[in-house]
């Protein structure tokens, strides 16, 4: 239908209002608000029928047919059916198409708004660009989804720029193309469905995007705009990689990012500062081009902050006409009362003191929040882990003439020698020999299935530091890995004579697998060809620290 497609609607939409209208036209043709009326359209041809219900016996010839009249019509028809009358549209008057017509126009409207509706309520805050269709003096008219000449088109509609969403310094001319941020989308309005502006602070960050890549991508984040439109702007930008400079990624090489922004803003001048959480430090950037800002709370029941600055930044800080101040109250949503050093000094007000106080009170906040979010990590992986064994949470005590600190690694990868049956173990409780029972077991599973590579046996962890002596402190870091063959050699045999370290733990070995383990490493001493291959360096951090 020619309707549907001029008007870019579904044709369905199109009969259904199509249909309504005449409906209500045959009953203003007949004065029956309640005739029933059906309208049937196929391939552009329109009939209309009205409709009588069949009955027994007739109160109402307008609404009723008999059963007799009604077999006439439709030969099955039975009681209840709806009996089909074409009505002929040459029989309607004047009032009854001018009805028509009117509700025509109703239906296609509110379809018409419903398409758009759906198509640009998803866009609100997006840029979009636009022709002006119509510069008037309290509103602009911009034609959205024009063709490539400018001219309506399917789908196309209009929008309107308020006064108060026009840039002040920008005239505006028929014709000329712009860019608009949609700010609105009515489905129910009277007068214009969609609202746009280019005085709106989104504008500029959608601005922002286009230009700088590192913002579309998300790197960099615009925290908070402030403006004045057509004067000046100030923004605070995040990096969320510290290796990007977000102040000078949003400039560009030479200012060319900024400089085509601003040129689109007709001069707008634009101060890009870097975001801080810390209000102190949000404060001072955003009063810049002021130097030397010191932020203090101020008292009183309405609260707010006072900024302080040397004499010579006063005017700079509260800048023309306030400008500079407003938009920093603005952007930090915080009321700043700014005044001199001088005057501080007068009132005898130790504002250096008061402000690394509240500094200090921010930094203890951010502390008990980084201690949050790390006890909230290590919950999430214990019970992601839930049979995970946290060596770090067992209380082992050794003593410090006869303990070495070694790493799980450090367990893994080196054999140890076995235990001697003579070694005095330190009193420990139930509890703990059970869980060094169970990181022993742990420990002996994983050097067995080494011991199967290397064809050699390993002895566990806790035996291991029952065995080992403290290391003798050396000049340089790295004459352990010399040295470290020949301290072993020197104290193996002493040790061989010290009683086990814990006699509360049942043995892991027996008898004949301690002494088929002397006898292997005895035999790996003598060719000591495999400590060739191990780099003892990666373990002087544990003689470091002990010593």
């Known amino acids: 239908m020619n309707i549907a497609e001029s008007r870019n609607l579904p044709k369905d939409v199109v009969e259904e209002a199509l249909s309504e209208a005449m409906e209500k036209a045959y009953q203003k043709q007949s004065g029956l608000k309640d005739l029933k009326v059906r309208t049937e359209i196929n391939n552009g041809n329109m009939k209309v029928f009205r409709q009588r219900e069949t009955v027994e016996n007739v109160d109402d010839e307008e609404f009723e047919i008999s059963l007799e009249d009604a077999k006439k019509v439709k030969p099955d028809a039975e009681i209840g059916d709806l009996i089909d009358e074409e009505v002929s549209l040459n029989n309607f008057d004047r009032a009854a198409i001018t009805l028509a017509k009117s509700v025509i126009k109703t239906k296609i409207r509110e379809a018409e708004k419903a398409v758009i509706y759906e198509k640009y309520v998803d866009q609100v805050g997006e840029m979009v660009e636009g022709i002006v269709e119509s510069a008037?003096?309290?509103?602009?008219?911009?034609?959205?989804?024009?063709?490539?000449?400018?001219?309506?088109?399917?789908?196309?509609?209009?929008?309107?720029?308020?006064?108060?969403?026009?840039?002040?310094?920008?005239?505006?001319?028929?014709?000329?193309h712009i860019k608009v941020v949609i700010?609105?989308?009515?489905?129910?309005?009277?007068?214009?469905?969609?609202?746009?502006?280019?005085?709106d602070p989104v504008f500029i960050k959608r601005l922002f995007e286009k230009e700088v890549p590192e913002i579309y991508n998300g790197t960099i984040e615009i925290k908070a705009i402030a403006r004045d439109p057509g004067m000046r702007a100030k923004i605070a930008v995040y990096s969320h990689n510290e290796n990007i400079d977000p102040i000078g990624a949003c400039i560009g090489p030479k200012?060319?990012?900024?400089?085509?922004?601003?040129?689109?803003?007709?001069g707008e001048k634009i101060d890009i500062f870097e975001w801080s959480d810390d209000i102190q430090q949000l404060v001072a950037n955003a009063l810049s081009p002021a130097a030397g800002v010191v932020v203090i709370p101020k008292d009183g029941p309405r609260g707010g902050l006072i900024a302080v600055v040397p004499d010579n930044q006063l005017s700079l800080a509260i800048g023309k006409k306030g400008q500079n101040a407003r938009l920093a109250v603005k952007l930090t949503n915080h009321r700043i009362d700014i005044k001199s050093q001088s005057e501080m000094k007068e009132l005898g007000i130790d504002y250096q003191a008061i402000a690394d106080e509240m500094h200090a009170e921010y930094e203890a906040r951010k502390a008990a929040e980084r201690a949050y979010k790390q006890q909230q990590r290590i919950d999430e992986l214990r019970a992601e882990s839930p049979d995970a064994i946290d060596i770090d949470s067992v209380d082992f005590t050794y003593d410090d003439d006869d303990y070495v600190p070694e790493s799980r690694k450090e367990a893994e990868q080196i054999p140890s020698a076995a235990p001697n049956a003579n070694q005095e173990a330190p009193a420990e409780n139930e509890k703990d020999v059970e869980e060094m029972e169970e990181a022993a077991r742990?420990?002996?599973?994983?050097?067995?299935?080494?011991?199967?590579?290397?064809?050699?046996?390993?002895?566990?962890?806790?035996e291991s530091a029952a065995e080992a002596a403290p290391a003798q402190p050396s000049s340089k870091k790295n004459d352990h890995k010399h040295s470290y063959k020949n301290e072993k050699q020197e104290?193996?045999?002493?040790?061989?004579?010290?009683?086990?370290?814990?006699?509360?733990m049942q043995p892991i070995y027996t008898e004949d697998e301690l002494a088929e383990i002397e006898e292997n490493e005895l035999e790996e001493e003598l060719s000591a060809s495999w400590n060739e291959d191990v780099d003892y360096e990666e373990y002087d951090e544990y003689y470091d620290d002990e010593y």
């Open 491 to 504: 104290e193996r045999k002493p040790v061989l004579k010290k009683k086990p370290a814990y006699t509360a």
């Open 136 to 176: 008037e003096d309290r509103f602009i008219l911009v034609l959205l989804g024009a063709d490539k000449e400018g001219k309506h088109q399917n789908g196309s509609t209009l929008a309107m720029m308020k006064k108060n969403d026009q840039i002040p310094t920008e005239h505006y001319f028929d014709g000329e």
């Open 255 to 266: 200012g060319s990012r900024v400089q085509a922004i601003i040129q689109e803003l007709n």
């Open 442 to 462: 742990i420990a002996k599973e994983k050097r067995k299935s080494l011991a199967e590579r290397r064809e050699q046996s390993y002895t566990s962890k806790f």
């Open 183 to 199: 700010t609105d989308v009515n489905k129910e309005s009277k007068g214009a469905q969609i609202l746009v502006s280019r005085a």
